[in-house]
């Protein structure tokens, strides 16, 4: 029997596996490793999974846990990287009457900038089959992921969904967000039909996102509609960097079927891109990585 954990800043989700991979039981908490006081991790493991711990073979973790922030600081494998190179790179702990404990790595490309994910891949490899070209994992800080197939051979991050909170929370913007304001698809719209359109403005996102005041000040929006308008204007204008320079490009798979993923598939339908939804969970991560250590 394994214990595997996806343990991220804010959750703790855990699995008992088979040694095929077969999820036995499943286990949730809200003890991130955010709530964690003084690196009392062993502690909060035995609190969380004690039950599980006698008959175990070996515990898998991974997500913010193996950070340099987290118990142990696993070391990142470097792209190209499989499920395989996953193990290779994890770093082995026997820590009191635990079973061994294996913290995995996160997966990180260094040129031309470093760019990293620490977690992400479990659900990536969790997708059935041979990967997809070009994944979108949508969130506060959205993951873009090229595969050979079998591989993660690049990645890059877009930190558009916090930025979008910030200006909804604390901006010149914000103070024009009505407190009561309904969702409007049709803002949406608008804003990534504006960040699409390189000819109605010379510049980027930075002059566009001012166009959420200048557009209220001419009764051109309305203030109830901002915050969508926003979301259009930087999802709009993250997906054009994505697909700059690869005008052939049909088809983009969305990682989950959360809000925001909903809203960049309809993003994605401005720009004459394909996005079919593919499940990929971390527990399929998890089991694919087990049979593999397993055979």
């Given at each position: 029997?394994?214990?595997?954990?996806?343990?991220?800043?804010?959750?703790?989700h855990?699995?008992?596996?088979?040694?095929?991979?077969?999820?036995?039981?499943?286990h949730?908490?809200?003890?991130?490793?955010?709530?964690?006081?003084?690196?009392?991790?062993e502690a909060?493991?035995?609190?969380?999974?004690?039950?599980?711990?006698?008959?175990?073979?070996?515990?898998?973790?991974?997500?913010?846990?193996?950070?340099r922030?987290?118990?142990?600081?696993?070391?990142?494998?470097?792209?190209?990287?499989?499920?395989?190179?996953?193990?290779?790179?994890?770093?082995?702990?026997d820590?009191?009457?635990?079973?061994?404990?294996?913290?995995?790595?996160?997966?990180?490309?260094?040129?031309?900038?470093?760019?990293?994910?620490?977690?992400e891949?479990?659900?990536?490899f969790?997708?059935?089959?041979?990967?997809?070209?070009l994944?979108?994992?949508p969130g506060?800080?959205?993951k873009?992921?090229?595969?050979?197939?079998q591989r993660?051979?690049?990645?890059?991050?877009y930190?558009?969904?916090?930025?979008?909170?910030?200006?909804?929370?604390?901006?010149?913007?914000?103070?024009l967000?009505p407190?009561?304001?309904?969702?409007?698809?049709?803002?949406?719209d608008?804003?990534?039909a504006?960040?699409?359109d390189k000819?109605?403005l010379?510049?980027?996102?930075?002059?566009?996102l001012?166009?959420?005041r200048?557009?209220?000040?001419f009764?051109?929006?309305?203030?109830?509609?901002?915050?969508d308008?926003?979301?259009?204007?930087?999802?709009?204008s993250?997906?054009?960097e994505?697909?700059?320079?690869?005008?052939?490009?049909?088809?983009?798979?969305?990682?989950?079927?959360?809000?925001?993923?909903?809203?960049?598939?309809?993003?994605l339908?401005q720009?004459?891109?394909?996005s079919?939804?593919?499940?990929?969970?971390?527990?399929?991560?998890?089991a694919?990585?087990?049979?593999?250590?397993?055979?």
């Open positions: 029997m394994f214990i595997t954990v996806e343990w991220t800043s804010s959750a703790f855990a699995w008992r596996m088979a040694a095929n991979g077969a999820v036995l039981a499943e949730k908490s809200q003890s991130g490793v955010n709530s964690v006081r003084e690196g009392a991790f909060v493991l035995r609190a969380e999974l004690g039950a599980w711990l006698p008959d175990s073979e070996a515990i898998l973790l991974s997500g913010m846990v193996t950070s922030t987290g118990w142990v600081e696993s070391p990142f494998a470097i792209v190209p990287a499989g499920i395989s190179e996953l193990f290779g790179k994890a770093e082995r702990r820590i009191g009457s635990l079973p061994p404990i294996y913290f995995l790595p996160g997966i990180a490309r260094q040129d031309p900038l470093p760019d990293v994910m620490r977690g891949e479990m659900a990536i969790g997708i059935e089959g041979t990967l997809p070209e994944i979108v994992l506060a800080h959205s873009w992921v090229r595969t050979d197939g993660i051979v690049d990645l890059s991050t930190m558009s969904g916090e930025i979008l909170n910030l200006l909804r929370k604390d901006s010149l913007l914000s103070k967000i407190a009561d304001y309904a969702p409007s698809e049709a803002a949406f608008r804003g990534v504006i960040a699409r000819g109605a010379p510049g980027g996102v930075l002059q566009r001012f166009s959420a200048s557009l209220v000040l009764d051109q929006l309305k203030p109830h509609e901002i915050s308008y926003l979301s259009g204007v930087l999802i709009g993250e997906i054009a994505v697909l700059a320079g690869q005008p052939d490009l049909s088809s983009v798979v969305i990682l989950g079927e959360t809000p925001v993923a909903y809203s960049y598939r309809r993003a339908q720009f004459g891109t394909r079919p939804v593919k499940a990929g969970s971390a527990a399929a991560g998890f694919r990585l087990i049979v593999e250590l397993s055979a």
